[in-house]
Protein backbone atom coordinates (compact mmCIF):
# COMPACT_ATOMS: atom_id res chain seq x y z
CA UNK A 1 0.00 0.00 0.00
CA UNK A 2 1.26 3.22 -0.81
CA UNK A 3 2.44 5.10 2.06
CA UNK A 4 -0.09 8.60 2.54
CA UNK A 5 2.61 11.22 3.91
CA UNK A 6 1.79 14.58 4.56
CA UNK A 7 4.27 16.22 2.84
CA UNK A 8 3.83 14.10 -0.44
CA UNK A 9 1.43 14.96 -2.91
CA UNK A 10 1.65 11.92 -4.49
CA UNK A 11 -1.57 10.62 -3.11
CA UNK A 12 -5.08 12.74 -3.28
CA UNK A 13 -6.59 12.62 0.57
CA UNK A 14 -9.95 13.74 1.41
CA UNK A 15 -9.51 17.10 3.93
CA UNK A 16 -10.75 14.58 6.58
CA UNK A 17 -8.27 11.96 5.74
CA UNK A 18 -5.38 14.33 6.10
CA UNK A 19 -6.66 16.08 9.39
CA UNK A 20 -6.46 12.94 11.10
CA UNK A 21 -2.94 12.15 9.26
CA UNK A 22 -1.58 15.63 10.58
CA UNK A 23 -3.04 15.02 14.07
CA UNK A 24 -2.45 11.42 14.48
CA UNK A 25 1.51 10.70 14.71
CA UNK A 26 2.29 7.39 12.64
CA UNK A 27 3.36 4.47 15.06
CA UNK A 28 5.19 1.05 14.30
CA UNK A 29 5.43 0.00 18.11
CA UNK A 30 2.51 -1.67 20.41
CA UNK A 31 1.06 -3.05 17.69
CA UNK A 32 -0.68 -6.49 18.32
CA UNK A 33 -0.11 -9.41 16.09
CA UNK A 34 -1.92 -12.13 15.32
CA UNK A 35 -0.71 -15.18 16.98
CA UNK A 36 -0.10 -17.38 13.66
CA UNK A 37 0.29 -15.92 10.38
CA UNK A 38 -1.00 -19.29 8.61
CA UNK A 39 -4.87 -21.12 7.85
CA UNK A 40 -4.41 -24.39 9.26
CA UNK A 41 -6.50 -27.19 8.65
CA UNK A 42 -7.19 -30.56 10.71
CA UNK A 43 -8.46 -33.64 8.40
CA UNK A 44 -10.39 -35.29 11.07
CA UNK A 45 -12.56 -37.52 8.51
CA UNK A 46 -9.19 -39.24 7.99
CA UNK A 47 -8.84 -40.56 10.85
CA UNK A 48 -9.54 -44.38 11.71
CA UNK A 49 -11.45 -43.85 14.71
CA UNK A 50 -12.99 -41.51 16.85
CA UNK A 51 -14.74 -40.79 19.99
CA UNK A 52 -18.42 -41.63 19.74
CA UNK A 53 -20.99 -39.16 20.44
CA UNK A 54 -18.26 -36.40 19.76
CA UNK A 55 -17.38 -33.75 17.27
CA UNK A 56 -14.70 -31.06 16.16
CA UNK A 57 -16.29 -27.73 14.83
CA UNK A 58 -15.25 -24.42 13.50
CA UNK A 59 -11.54 -23.51 13.94
CA UNK A 60 -10.77 -26.34 15.55
CA UNK A 61 -11.33 -28.39 12.32
CA UNK A 62 -9.86 -25.08 10.13
CA UNK A 63 -8.76 -21.44 10.89
CA UNK A 64 -7.97 -19.08 8.42
CA UNK A 65 -6.65 -15.92 8.51
CA UNK A 66 -8.67 -13.38 10.00
CA UNK A 67 -7.91 -11.56 7.02
CA UNK A 68 -10.31 -13.24 5.10
CA UNK A 69 -13.31 -12.80 7.07
CA UNK A 70 -13.97 -16.78 6.70
CA UNK A 71 -14.34 -18.64 10.14
CA UNK A 72 -17.90 -17.63 11.55
CA UNK A 73 -18.99 -18.44 8.06
CA UNK A 74 -17.40 -21.58 8.13
CA UNK A 75 -18.35 -22.45 11.65
CA UNK A 76 -22.37 -21.62 11.09
CA UNK A 77 -22.50 -23.68 7.80
CA UNK A 78 -20.97 -26.31 10.34
CA UNK A 79 -23.55 -25.89 12.44
CA UNK A 80 -26.39 -26.12 9.89
CA UNK A 81 -24.28 -29.41 8.60
CA UNK A 82 -24.57 -30.59 11.78
CA UNK A 83 -28.19 -30.13 12.69
CA UNK A 84 -28.70 -32.28 9.55
CA UNK A 85 -26.75 -34.74 10.67
CA UNK A 86 -28.04 -35.24 13.86
CA UNK A 87 -31.97 -35.35 12.27
CA UNK A 88 -31.31 -38.18 9.89
CA UNK A 89 -32.09 -41.01 11.08
CA UNK A 90 -29.21 -43.29 11.06
CA UNK A 91 -28.02 -42.46 14.96
CA UNK A 92 -24.55 -44.79 14.22
CA UNK A 93 -21.16 -42.78 13.86
CA UNK A 94 -21.62 -39.78 14.41
CA UNK A 95 -18.53 -38.22 14.34
CA UNK A 96 -17.76 -39.91 11.07
CA UNK A 97 -21.11 -38.78 9.16
CA UNK A 98 -20.41 -34.93 10.26
CA UNK A 99 -17.04 -35.02 9.21
CA UNK A 100 -17.60 -36.12 5.99
CA UNK A 101 -20.35 -33.36 5.55
CA UNK A 102 -18.67 -30.70 6.90
CA UNK A 103 -15.34 -31.37 4.84
CA UNK A 104 -17.34 -30.66 2.13
CA UNK A 105 -17.76 -27.01 3.60
CA UNK A 106 -14.74 -26.45 4.83
CA UNK A 107 -13.31 -27.51 1.32
CA UNK A 108 -14.48 -24.34 -0.34
CA UNK A 109 -13.38 -21.86 2.27
CA UNK A 110 -10.08 -23.55 2.11
CA UNK A 111 -9.02 -23.27 -1.24
CA UNK A 112 -10.37 -19.68 -1.35
CA UNK A 113 -8.19 -18.42 1.54
CA UNK A 114 -5.47 -20.99 0.21
CA UNK A 115 -5.28 -19.46 -3.25
CA UNK A 116 -5.53 -15.96 -2.00
CA UNK A 117 -2.03 -16.48 -0.02
CA UNK A 118 -0.82 -18.58 -3.11
CA UNK A 119 -0.89 -15.13 -4.70
CA UNK A 120 2.10 -14.44 -2.73
CA UNK A 121 5.54 -15.63 -3.36
CA UNK A 122 6.49 -16.35 0.10
CA UNK A 123 3.60 -18.47 0.74
CA UNK A 124 4.23 -21.84 1.81
CA UNK A 125 2.62 -25.41 1.53
CA UNK A 126 1.01 -27.70 -0.66
CA UNK A 127 -0.80 -25.63 -3.65
CA UNK A 128 -3.93 -27.16 -4.96
CA UNK A 129 -4.08 -27.80 -8.60
CA UNK A 130 -5.40 -24.94 -10.51
CA UNK A 131 -4.76 -22.59 -7.96
CA UNK A 132 -2.90 -20.26 -9.77
CA UNK A 133 -5.09 -20.34 -13.12
CA UNK A 134 -8.32 -19.58 -10.66
CA UNK A 135 -5.98 -16.93 -9.39
CA UNK A 136 -5.48 -15.25 -12.54
CA UNK A 137 -9.37 -15.56 -13.34
CA UNK A 138 -10.20 -14.18 -10.15
CA UNK A 139 -7.99 -11.46 -10.34
CA UNK A 140 -9.39 -10.55 -13.73
CA UNK A 141 -13.05 -10.68 -12.58
CA UNK A 142 -11.92 -8.57 -9.58
CA UNK A 143 -10.84 -5.89 -11.86
CA UNK A 144 -13.61 -5.98 -13.59
CA UNK A 145 -16.19 -6.29 -11.12
CA UNK A 146 -15.18 -2.40 -9.96
CA UNK A 147 -16.93 -1.51 -13.12
CA UNK A 148 -19.46 -4.27 -13.60
CA UNK A 149 -22.50 -4.85 -10.89
CA UNK A 150 -23.60 -8.20 -12.07
CA UNK A 151 -19.65 -9.39 -11.55
CA UNK A 152 -19.68 -7.69 -8.56
CA UNK A 153 -22.37 -9.63 -6.91
CA UNK A 154 -21.36 -12.70 -7.78
CA UNK A 155 -18.03 -12.10 -6.67
CA UNK A 156 -19.61 -10.82 -3.29
CA UNK A 157 -21.79 -13.52 -3.08
CA UNK A 158 -19.13 -16.47 -3.42
CA UNK A 159 -17.26 -14.23 -0.70
CA UNK A 160 -19.97 -14.37 1.68
CA UNK A 161 -20.28 -17.53 1.37
CA UNK A 162 -24.06 -17.76 -0.10
CA UNK A 163 -22.51 -19.90 -3.65
CA UNK A 164 -19.86 -21.98 -4.63
CA UNK A 165 -16.65 -20.76 -6.19
CA UNK A 166 -17.61 -22.76 -9.15
CA UNK A 167 -20.71 -20.49 -9.88
CA UNK A 168 -17.78 -17.71 -11.22
CA UNK A 169 -17.09 -20.34 -14.13
CA UNK A 170 -21.41 -20.20 -15.18
CA UNK A 171 -20.94 -19.19 -18.92
CA UNK A 172 -22.41 -15.45 -18.03
CA UNK A 173 -19.81 -14.41 -16.22
CA UNK A 174 -16.79 -15.80 -17.85
CA UNK A 175 -17.48 -14.21 -20.99
CA UNK A 176 -17.33 -11.01 -19.01
CA UNK A 177 -14.29 -11.54 -17.53
CA UNK A 178 -12.55 -13.47 -20.20
CA UNK A 179 -13.18 -11.45 -23.26
CA UNK A 180 -10.72 -8.75 -24.41
CA UNK A 181 -10.75 -5.73 -22.57
CA UNK A 182 -9.95 -2.32 -24.78
CA UNK A 183 -7.28 -1.13 -22.76
CA UNK A 184 -5.54 -4.38 -22.57
CA UNK A 185 -4.95 -3.68 -19.09
CA UNK A 186 -2.80 -6.50 -17.67
CA UNK A 187 -4.35 -8.66 -15.02
CA UNK A 188 -2.91 -7.96 -11.34
CA UNK A 189 -2.64 -11.19 -9.76
CA UNK A 190 -2.25 -9.36 -6.56
CA UNK A 191 -5.33 -6.95 -6.85
CA UNK A 192 -7.89 -9.95 -6.23
CA UNK A 193 -10.60 -9.47 -3.54
CA UNK A 194 -8.71 -11.46 -1.33
CA UNK A 195 -5.27 -10.68 -2.09
CA UNK A 196 -4.93 -8.29 0.82
CA UNK A 197 -2.03 -7.16 1.47
CA UNK A 198 0.37 -9.44 4.00
CA UNK A 199 3.85 -10.20 4.30
CA UNK A 200 4.80 -13.82 4.40
CA UNK A 201 2.02 -17.00 4.68
CA UNK A 202 1.74 -20.47 5.52
CA UNK A 203 -0.49 -23.29 4.43
CA UNK A 204 -0.92 -25.86 7.24
CA UNK A 205 -2.92 -28.90 6.15
CA UNK A 206 -2.07 -31.84 9.02
CA UNK A 207 -3.43 -34.82 6.88
CA UNK A 208 -4.73 -35.99 10.42
CA UNK A 209 -4.47 -34.30 13.22
CA UNK A 210 -1.83 -37.44 14.30
CA UNK A 211 0.44 -36.14 11.60
CA UNK A 212 1.44 -33.07 13.53
C1 LIG B 1 -8.69 -10.92 14.74
C2 LIG B 1 -9.73 -11.85 14.17
C3 LIG B 1 -10.69 -11.35 13.30
C4 LIG B 1 -11.66 -12.21 12.74
N1 LIG B 1 -12.60 -11.71 11.87
C5 LIG B 1 -13.52 -12.52 11.35
C6 LIG B 1 -14.53 -12.02 10.46
O1 LIG B 1 -14.57 -10.84 10.14
N2 LIG B 1 -15.45 -12.89 9.95
C7 LIG B 1 -15.42 -14.22 10.27
O2 LIG B 1 -16.27 -14.97 9.79
N3 LIG B 1 -14.49 -14.71 11.12
C8 LIG B 1 -13.55 -13.90 11.68
N4 LIG B 1 -12.60 -14.41 12.54
C9 LIG B 1 -12.60 -15.85 12.83
C10 LIG B 1 -13.64 -16.21 13.89
O3 LIG B 1 -13.49 -15.40 15.03
C11 LIG B 1 -13.45 -17.67 14.26
O4 LIG B 1 -13.37 -18.43 13.09
C12 LIG B 1 -14.62 -18.16 15.10
O5 LIG B 1 -14.69 -17.43 16.28
C13 LIG B 1 -14.40 -19.65 15.41
O6 LIG B 1 -15.38 -20.08 16.31
P1 LIG B 1 -15.09 -21.29 17.26
O7 LIG B 1 -16.34 -21.49 18.06
O8 LIG B 1 -14.57 -22.43 16.48
O9 LIG B 1 -13.89 -20.84 18.21
P2 LIG B 1 -13.87 -19.64 19.26
O10 LIG B 1 -14.76 -18.52 18.87
O11 LIG B 1 -12.41 -19.34 19.46
O12 LIG B 1 -14.49 -20.29 20.55
C14 LIG B 1 -13.76 -21.23 21.32
C15 LIG B 1 -14.17 -21.01 22.77
O13 LIG B 1 -13.65 -22.06 23.56
C16 LIG B 1 -13.11 -21.52 24.73
N5 LIG B 1 -12.11 -22.44 25.23
C17 LIG B 1 -10.87 -22.67 24.75
N6 LIG B 1 -10.25 -23.61 25.47
C18 LIG B 1 -11.12 -24.00 26.44
C19 LIG B 1 -11.06 -24.94 27.49
N7 LIG B 1 -9.98 -25.70 27.68
N8 LIG B 1 -12.13 -25.06 28.29
C20 LIG B 1 -13.24 -24.32 28.08
N9 LIG B 1 -13.36 -23.41 27.09
C21 LIG B 1 -12.30 -23.25 26.28
C22 LIG B 1 -12.53 -20.20 24.33
O14 LIG B 1 -12.41 -19.33 25.42
C23 LIG B 1 -13.60 -19.71 23.34
O15 LIG B 1 -14.63 -19.00 23.97
C24 LIG B 1 -11.65 -13.58 13.09
C25 LIG B 1 -10.66 -14.08 13.98
C26 LIG B 1 -9.71 -13.22 14.51
C27 LIG B 1 -8.68 -13.79 15.48
Known amino acids: MRRASSSSQRVSL ?50 FNPIYGRGMSVAALEALVLHHTLASDDRGNLAVRFSERAEKVVDIAWLMAVGADFAFPETTGPKPRGTDLFGRYLSRLTRKARTD ?35 GTRP ?25
Open 14 to 63: TPELRELLDEHPQVSGGIAHYPFPSNRRHRYENLDRFPDGSVVVGDAIAS
Open 188 to 212: DHHSSAEGLSRNTSQVRDSGTPDDR
Open 149 to 183: GELREALFRVIMMEVPPTTLLRPGVAWKVLRPTRT
